[in-house]
């Protein structure tokens, strides 16, 4: 681990903010900021931005961020003229690292996610076999929306833990909910049912609809492989999911 990310992870829990907090506030992917923090990326377009928000002095952010191997504020250069190139190419007078001024606009590449719409990620992992969830109302963390839930009230996602969907899914991936639209048999869709306890939280899982019969909710597992059922009366929603991907 380098000295950047030691110093990201530690600031962020000195000052209490987390990977979604800087997501949320720069309107950029979860992904680009996790990458930053793990060693995955050297630098960010962001970076002074994020210093700010973790309390770092912004020319230490810059040093530490020259050792991980990348200069933020360095310019670019062409690299060296190759054999293969004729020296027509450039005008005379002109040096390898000091081209003409280009003869066309340049615009700027936008991130993703900016300035995009971010839905939650909810369901506090419980493990077991069945891969059962807590849905709480915490919001766990918050991701970039999809363009198929941009319009979708109430559209959320879920981190995939534990092996019993695979090798449907795995455990890293999310999965993104449409909570609007009826599942059909053979969709995958993630269920809450209510508490066994009153006063607790409605626990959930992610399962294949198989289907109402009579007054019990089908639902099928992959792995181990089980049909499994509920009350219909236990059962709070039923809700598909449209997409599913890996997050870093």
Same mark, same amino acid.
């Given at each position: 681990?380098?000295?950047?990310?030691?110093?990201? $992870?530690?600031? !962020?829990?000195?000052?209490?903010?987390?990977?979604?907090?800087?997501?949320? =506030?720069?309107?950029?992917?979860?992904?680009?900021?996790?990458?930053? #923090?793990?060693?995955?990326?050297?630098?960010? !377009?962001? *970076?002074?931005?994020?210093?700010? +928000?973790?309390?770092?002095?912004?020319? =230490?952010?810059?040093?530490? +961020?020259?050792?991980?191997?990348?200069?933020?504020?360095?310019?670019?250069?062409?690299?060296?003229?190759?054999?293969?190139?004729?020296?027509?190419? #450039?005008?005379?007078?002109?040096?390898?690292?000091?081209?003409?001024?280009?003869?066309?606009?340049?615009?700027?590449?936008?991130? #993703?996610?900016?300035?995009?719409?971010?839905?939650?990620?909810?369901?506090?992992?419980?493990?077991?076999?069945?891969?059962?969830?807590?849905?709480?109302?915490?919001?766990?963390?918050?991701?970039?929306?999809?363009? !198929?839930?941009?319009?979708?009230?109430?559209?959320? !996602?879920?981190?995939?833990?534990?092996?019993? +969907?695979?090798?449907?899914?795995?455990?890293?991936?999310?999965?993104?909910?449409?909570?609007?639209?009826?599942?059909?048999?053979?969709?995958?869709?993630?269920?809450?049912?209510?508490?066994?306890? =009153?006063?607790?939280?409605?626990?959930?899982?992610?399962?294949?609809?198989?289907? *109402?019969?009579?007054?019990?909710?089908?639902? $099928?597992? $992959?792995?181990?492989?089980?049909?499994?059922?509920?009350?219909?009366?236990?059962?709070?929603?039923? $809700?598909?999911?449209?997409?599913?991907?890996?997050?870093?």
């Amino acid at each position: 681990m380098s000295r950047l990310t030691e110093k990201l $992870h530690e600031q !962020s829990k000195k000052t209490g903010v987390t990977q979604a907090d800087i997501s949320r =506030e720069l309107h950029i992917t979860q992904q680009a900021v996790n990458n930053l #923090f793990n060693g995955r990326a050297k630098s960010s !377009s962001y *970076w002074r931005e994020i210093a700010d +928000m973790l309390q770092i002095p912004r020319e =230490e952010m810059r040093e530490m +961020m020259v050792e991980a191997g990348r200069d933020p504020e360095r310019k670019t250069r062409l690299p060296p003229l190759s054999p293969l190139t004729p020296s027509s190419a #450039f005008p005379a007078g002109v040096i390898d690292d000091e081209p003409p001024a280009p003869n066309a606009k340049m615009v700027e590449v936008v991130p #993703f996610a900016r300035p995009g719409k971010m839905i939650p990620v909810l369901g506090e992992v419980v493990g077991g076999d069945d891969g059962e969830y807590i849905f709480n109302g915490q919001v766990q963390d918050w991701v970039a929306c999809p363009p !198929s839930l941009v319009n979708v009230n109430g559209a959320y !996602s879920v981190y995939v833990d534990g092996e019993s +969907m695979s090798p449907r899914y795995r455990p890293g991936e999310t999965v993104y909910v449409h909570p609007n639209k009826p599942p059909r048999r053979g969709d995958d869709v993630i269920v809450q049912i209510k508490p066994r306890e =009153e006063g607790a939280a409605p626990h959930g899982f992610i399962k294949e609809f198989v289907g *109402w019969t009579g007054n019990k909710l089908v639902l $099928h597992q $992959h792995n181990p492989v089980k049909r499994i059922e509920f009350d219909r009366a236990t059962v709070i929603s039923v $809700h598909p999911i449209i997409l599913s991907g890996k997050y870093a």
